[in-house]
């Protein structure tokens, strides 16, 4: 199979190079960011453009090999790579293009989120995004995608004003509300199952100025702290965003505005003050600071594993899972970290899009991170045991770019049997032959 793909590509007509074992470069570009992950595929092919994706697409189609597309490359369980196969490398194709007048941003299939904050906060404008700037911007917001400024501005998606597609059969297509909406409506939460996106075009919304409260309690007073932020978060406003994680070292909580800096103080204080120990405070920060201040913590070429769930409120069982849990954690920078949703996110109906879980009031996620393989199996076992003991407190619905596990059970969990089969009908249209099989995996169902 992989010598058939090989004659495909040198006979394609194609422009860019098809990277092969033994190529100086091979090495380099089929590593991703989970160092877990360590595949070797039979070609990897970095097209400059649109008609190079599809020359790609079809080579992959007619030889029947398996296919992984890349963006930024953070996916958890290692679908943007695979053995044996053909990796399409979107990098290359990285390119932003702002319309001041329609407050617009076009961006391409390869761009990382860094690369769209960079466009448009020093102009003012922000799109709602992750929390880690080398995340690919297209498999974040394939899935979702959400961040600091959701609260205020929604997920990713929610701005997502359309796309251009190169489809399993080698089209190039527009999708948006009025030209494809059911396929508009899969491609916000459905993953990659449905095509190579190789443009997003999203809205742009006003930022505004950003305060960021940081504080660190000890251990002996992090349940104290949790579950007075519980009480101190409810009725906050849209401005306002808060993540609290907990390691073995203690309790972090981060509470951000962005908006009227006058106001900011007020809100963002008593968040120091949750329990005793709390040492930290609040200052104006600016929002690429904050987007990339996790950037080193989850740097290349670390082990990770995850699994993540929603929450409609933190319940004593919920603190009391976070606190068992993290006491016995692998690893010093394993950690249990939760953001709060709601606002914007929960206007939107959770039938306007694929992704699901709409109705909650916080995303939880169990990562254990570590360096060493020799830690694989201890890392991965506390990573699914805290998941589990999580989960005990969670809403229906999941968030499928936080799951490091791949399986038929986790695309089905998490969008629910009803929007399942939804998503498995656009599937067998777009994609009746499963050529994008390497995602959270929704099966074609055929008439």
Same mark, same amino acid.
């Given at each position: 199979?992989?010598?058939?793909?090989?004659?495909?590509?040198?006979?394609?007509?194609?422009?860019?190079?098809?990277?092969?074992?033994?190529?100086?470069?091979?090495?380099?570009?089929?590593?991703?960011?989970?160092?877990?992950?360590?595949?070797?595929?039979?070609?990897?092919?970095?097209?400059?453009?649109?008609?190079?994706?599809?020359?790609?697409?079809?080579?992959?189609?007619?030889?029947?090999?398996?296919?992984?597309?890349?963006?930024?490359?953070?996916?958890?369980?290692?679908?943007?790579?695979?053995?044996?196969?053909?990796?399409?490398? +979107?990098?290359?194709?990285?390119?932003?293009?702002?319309? #001041?007048?329609? %407050? $617009? =941003? !076009?961006?391409?299939? *390869? /761009?990382?989120?860094?690369?769209?904050?960079?466009?448009?906060?020093?102009?003012?404008?922000?799109?709602?995004?992750?929390?880690?700037?080398?995340?690919g911007v297209a498999g974040l917001? +394939?899935?979702?995608?959400?961040?600091?400024?959701?609260? #205020?501005?929604? %997920? $990713? =998606? !929610?701005?997502?004003? *359309? /796309?251009?597609?190169?489809?399993?059969?080698?089209?190039?297509?527009?999708?948006?509300?009025?030209?494809?909406?059911?396929?508009?409506?899969?491609?916000?939460?459905?993953?990659?199952?449905?095509?190579?996106?190789?443009?997003?075009?999203?809205?742009?919304?006003? %930022?505004?100025?950003?305060?960021?409260?940081?504080?660190?309690?000890?251990?002996?007073?992090?349940?104290?702290?949790?579950?007075?932020?519980?009480?101190?978060?409810?009725?906050?406003?849209?401005?306002?965003?808060?993540?609290?994680?907990?390691?073995?070292?203690?309790?972090?909580?981060?509470?951000?505005?962005?908006?009227?800096?006058?106001?900011?103080?007020?809100?963002?204080?008593?968040?120091?003050?949750?329990?005793?120990?709390?040492?930290?405070?609040?200052?104006?920060?600016?929002?690429?600071?904050?987007?990339?201040?996790?950037?080193?913590?989850?740097?290349?070429?670390?082990?990770?594993?995850?699994?993540?769930?929603?929450?409609?409120?933190?319940?004593?069982?919920?603190?009391?899972?976070?606190?068992?849990?993290?006491?016995?954690?692998?690893?010093?920078h394993s950690e249990i970290s939760?953001?709060?949703?709601?606002?914007?996110?929960?206007?939107?109906?959770?039938?306007?899009?694929?992704?699901?879980?709409?109705?909650?009031?916080?995303?939880?996620?169990?990562?254990?991170?570590?360096?060493?393989?020799?830690?694989?199996?201890?890392?991965?076992?506390?990573?699914?045991?805290?998941?589990?003991?999580?989960?005990?407190?969670?809403?229906?619905?999941?968030?499928?770019?936080?799951?490091?596990?791949?399986?038929?059970?986790?695309?089905?969990?998490?969008?629910?049997?009803?929007?399942?089969?939804?998503?498995?009908?656009?599937?067998?249209?777009?994609?009746?032959?499963?050529?994008?099989?390497?995602?959270?995996?929704?099966?074609?169902?055929?008439?």
């Amino acid at each position: 199979m992989s010598s058939l793909l090989l004659r495909e590509l040198s006979s394609g007509g194609h422009r860019c190079p098809v990277i092969t074992v033994g190529h100086q470069d091979y090495d380099k570009y089929r590593r991703v960011w989970n160092g877990v992950v360590d595949r070797h595929p039979a070609a990897i092919v970095r097209p400059k453009s649109v008609d190079d994706v599809r020359r790609a697409v079809h080579a992959a189609a007619i030889s029947g090999s398996l296919l992984a597309v890349r963006g930024g490359g953070h996916s958890f369980p290692g679908f943007s790579t695979c053995d044996e196969g053909l990796v399409l490398d +979107l990098s290359e194709m990285n390119a932003i293009s702002i319309d #001041r007048e329609a %407050l $617009t =941003i !076009d961006v391409e299939g *390869g /761009a990382l989120l860094g690369d769209l904050d960079r466009a448009t906060v020093p102009e003012g404008w922000v799109v709602p995004a992750g929390v880690v700037s080398h995340t690919g911007v297209a498999g974040l917001t +394939l899935g979702g995608g959400m961040g600091w400024a959701s609260r #205020r501005y929604g %997920l $990713t =998606i !929610d701005s997502l004003l *359309g /796309a251009e597609i190169v489809t399993a059969a080698g089209e190039i297509v527009w999708v948006s509300a009025n030209t494809d909406p059911e396929l508009f409506w899969g491609i916000r939460g459905g993953g990659g199952n449905f095509g190579v996106v190789t443009r997003f075009r999203f809205k742009m919304h006003s %930022l505004g100025s950003v305060v960021v409260g940081q504080w660190n309690y000890p251990s002996a007073h992090g349940r104290e702290a949790l579950q007075t932020l519980r009480d101190r978060a409810l009725r906050q406003p849209r401005d306002f965003a808060l993540n609290f994680t907990a390691t073995t070292t203690g309790l972090s909580v981060t509470a951000a505005w962005t908006g009227e800096a006058s106001v900011a103080h007020a809100i963002l204080s008593p968040f120091g003050t949750l329990a005793e120990g709390g040492v930290g405070g609040v200052k104006e920060v600016s929002y690429l600071s904050l987007q990339s201040r996790n950037d080193e913590e989850y740097r290349w070429s670390r082990r990770y594993y995850c699994k993540g769930g929603f929450w409609f409120d933190v319940t004593d069982e919920a603190v009391d899972a976070v606190f068992q849990s993290i006491a016995n954690a692998p690893t010093s920078h394993s950690e249990i970290s939760v953001l709060q949703l709601g606002g914007a996110v929960s206007d939107v109906s959770d039938e306007a899009t694929a992704y699901t879980g709409r109705g909650a009031g916080y995303y939880w996620l169990a990562e254990p991170i570590w360096d060493s393989a020799a830690d694989d199996d201890r890392c991965v076992a506390w990573g699914r045991d805290a998941g589990n003991a999580l989960s005990n407190s969670s809403i229906t619905g999941n968030y499928i770019n936080e799951q490091a596990d791949a399986a038929p059970a986790v695309a089905l969990d998490a969008y629910g049997a009803e929007k399942y089969q939804r998503l498995a009908r656009l599937k067998a249209r777009l994609d009746p032959q499963n050529l994008f099989r390497l995602n959270q995996n929704i099966t074609p169902r055929h008439p």
